[in-house]
Every structure is written in C-alpha cells, then in structure tokens.
C-alpha cells in the first residue's frame, strides 16, 4: 500500500502568509493526487486533482504541484476562511490512501 | 447535485449496520462512487469504491466485511457493515469520483455518524 506522509502536521501562520504543505509517496504516483480542504464538523472539500488542477470555484491563490513522490500545496495569502485542515489523497493504486493532514491555524 | 448518508448508530461489537447514501442530480450509475470514513479527532480513511460498471474495490482494513451495492431505481448507494469492531466507530462520508476515475471526489455527502461499543 501507498503511504502518503504530510508536512508539517500542524502550523500557525497570519492572514496573508504563503503556506506551503508538502505531500511525499512511498512510491511514485504520477499525477494522480488531490488535495482537500476539511473544516471542524463538515466534509471534505475538493480543491487540486492531478497534482496541479484547480477544482472550480476554488480560489486562485490555492495551488499544487508536482509529480512522482513529491507534491506540494501552496497557500499564495493565507485569508481567515482558510484555516482548515489539509489532507492529499492519492489514486493512482487501490488500496487508495489519505496523508495524516496538516491543521493550518492562526498566528 | 446532492448525496445524502443515513443509516448510522450504536450497535455493539460483532453487529451489523448498513448504511445508505442517497443520490440527486446524477446518477450513481454514472459515475464511481467512494465512502470514506473519519475516526473521531482522526484524519480521513478510504474505505471502499464501486465503479459505473459495478465493480468494487476494498480497504484491507474493512475487507471481508464491508460490502458494497446500490440501487439503480432508488439511485442509492448502500455499505453494508459486518462484524463491526469498535475501530469501526467513525464518520462515514459517501462521496461521487469524477466520472469513470478512482479519484479525485468532487461531491461528498455530510455524513453518518456509526458508534460501536460494547
């Protein structure tokens, strides 16, 4: 099975800071990545698939890249209906597997 | 475009729960359909997949005792818990993949909430 480890597991960051959280396979996946969005109480909300792609409606300061192991989710201007908690998935091998997340809060 | 889970509660250990996730605005048929499930204070589990064509694919975790169907006139997807142990006890999602792919969910429902304890 694929593990996917996030870093950093948790961070404190202010309302208009870039917020990088990388994403890195045990073994190489492509492009087959997402990440979502995930506030206390309510599900999962999509925000980048194959590594980079932007869902629609989510805002253009929400960016990924990356391929093989390594990924990334940045931030451009962290604002205050982001913090959140962070998970990457990926689905290029059954089983199908979630990072630990990363819980982004405020400064 | 909407899913809604039900069928969640508290049973004890070794029983049996099924859980039911309504569709609306597309077709389960359609499109492959996930359930993820979250521990409490945990992160998020995949569960299990059933393709448009019908297929299914299992976490090792729940395999063997999970089972996965639907109901095309209904246009309900169902996860069919055996043998349910108390690391069972989660927040079950039901979620719709883009089209014919294993990833990623792009409409998820908000939730069933399953306990077990003795």
């Known amino acids: 099975a694929i593990q996917l480890t996030q870093s950093p597991s948790s961070l404190s960051a202010s309302v208009g800071d870039r917020v990088t959280i990388t994403c890195r396979a045990s073994?190489?996946?492509?492009?087959?990545l997402a990440w979502y969005q995930q506030k206390p109480g309510k599900a999962p909300k999509l925000l980048i698939y194959?590594?980079?792609r932007l869902e629609s409606g989510v805002p253009s300061r929400f960016s990924g890249s990356g391929s093989g192991t390594d990924f990334s989710l940045t931030i451009s201007s962290l604002q205050p209906e982001d913090f959140a908690t962070y998970y990457c998935?990926?689905?290029?091998?059954?089983?199908?597997?979630f990072g630990g997340g990363t819980k982004v809060e405020i400064k | 475009v909407q899913l809604v889970e039900s069928g969640g509660g508290l049973v004890q250990p070794g029983e049996s729960l099924r859980l039911s996730c309504a569709a609306s605005?597309?077709?389960?048929?359609?499109?492959?359909m996930t359930w993820v499930r979250q521990a409490p204070g945990k992160g998020l589990e995949w569960v299990s997949v059933?393709?448009?064509?019908?297929?299914?694919h299992y976490a090792d975790s729940v395999k063997g005792r999970f089972t996965v169907s639907r109901d095309n006139s209904k246009n309900t997807l169902y996860l069919q818990l055996n043998s349910l142990r108390p690391e069972d006890t989660a927040v079950y999602y039901c979620?719709?993949?883009?089209?014919?792919?294993?990833?990623?969910?792009?409409?998820w429902g908000k939730g069933t909430t399953v306990a077990v304890s003795p």
């Open positions: 979620a719709r993949n883009f089209y014919d792919r294993s990833g990623p969910s792009d409409v």
């Open positions: 605005g597309f077709s389960v048929t359609n499109n492959y």
């Open positions: 059933m393709y448009s064509g019908g297929s299914t």
């Open positions: 073994q190489g996946i492509s492009s087959a």
């Open positions: 194959d590594a980079s």
């Open positions: 998935q990926q689905f290029n091998n059954y089983p199908l597997s």
